[in-house]
């Protein structure tokens, strides 16, 4: 009788939780939180329900945001490496981190390279891709002209000139970049952050990008995860501040983070109720150990695909190119082949995470119902053809034909 009142008693305080990193947990959070399900009724142009009517359903994007840097893309470049870059690149993400560091995108004061931006976001959206533009503000890629000037001032003006010219283009952006380090920098942009203070440097540089697209997307990004972080976030969403993703940097050079210390940080800041962007994934692939870069790429997305509160995952670099540090980084190799993470990641984002082609017969009341991951899809017959976005709202739709 003790026993069975231990048990009880340790089931009500939680001791006995189901272990939400099983597969089997996971793989219920991922049907729970990134399918949905949806009916439709088709009509005639009378208005009669068309029954028995034959239809095929098939998905053309996912909601949820699968990037990578895309640095090295270049338009105007038709070299067979290139090429190979941008396909590859284009088969597998539908998400990319653009340049905007100061430094390169105005090393001339007042003299913006724009048409370089503007190409890459061109080819981002040609290619069905969401652009972010990263980041606004930055203490490490300040210009050298900008010492001795009226540094804020100049800082909030980037800010509404770049989200400006970029509006409809770039709706997405890295607003203030790892505020805990850059009250430590010294030069402008650090004595800046200093001078003011971390809280109200972000309030300022997110009032000013609010201000210049009240649409966007706008992001806090930092890698150093622990108390200083959390509480300036508290302090700054107490304060009104409008950040709409908290951005967590990930880079593991050193060494794989563990499936625990992954789900820790989403429980961590997913308390704030922001959807989590991991803006900054690298997982490398040491010489030899390529299947291990792949298995632990793999089990890194599982989980952060299956917590509720994330929203988008971001590879630092597509391929080991270029790669920041020359780290053996990417899913591709320097000549574009690819990667067993590559073929990791391609099964899930465009196979298991993917809903396969359907085909279907409506009932007598014209109506057909489904399940699949959630996104953008095409319905369509011989004689019509529809787009819808498959979400939780989206569970009865008419469609009638003309």
Known sequence: MKHILFIYLALAA???AVDP??????????????????????????????ASQPVVIRQTRHKFLF?????????????????SYQRQFAALFNYATLPFYWSNYEETTGAPNEQKLRMMADWCRENGIRPKGHPLCWHQVQPAWLEGRDVLRLQLDRITREITTFNGTINTWDVLNEPIAMADAKNAVGNLCRSLGRRELIRQTFAAA???????????NEYSLGATFHHLVRECLDAGVPIDAIG????MHDHY???KRVWDACEQYAKFGKPLHFTETTILSKEGAEQDQARHVEEFYRVLFS????????????????????AHAG???KDMTPKPAYDALLRLIKKDWWTREIKTVTDAQGKVSFRGYRGDYQIECSCWQSAFTLDPASKATTIQVR
Do not use: M
């Open 14 to 16: 939680g001791l006995y």
């Open 21 to 50: 990193l099983t597969p089997q947990a996971i793989e219920q959070r991922i049907r729970q939180y990134r399918t949905a399900e949806a009916t439709f009724t088709v009509l005639a142009p009378d208005g009669s329900p068309l």
């Open 67 to 83: 990037g990578c840097n895309a640095f090295v893309i270049n338009a105007a470049d038709t070299s067979e490496l290139q090429k």
């Open 210 to 220: 609010r201000a210049a697209n009240p649409k966007a997307t706008l992001i806090l």
């Open 248 to 251: 967590i940097q990930s880079h």
């Open 257 to 259: 983070w563990s499936a």
């Open 307 to 326: 917590h509720p509160s994330v929203e988008a995952i971001t590879w630092w670099d597509f391929s080991d190119l270029k790669a920041w540090r020359n």
């Open 331 to 333: 899913v591709v190799h």
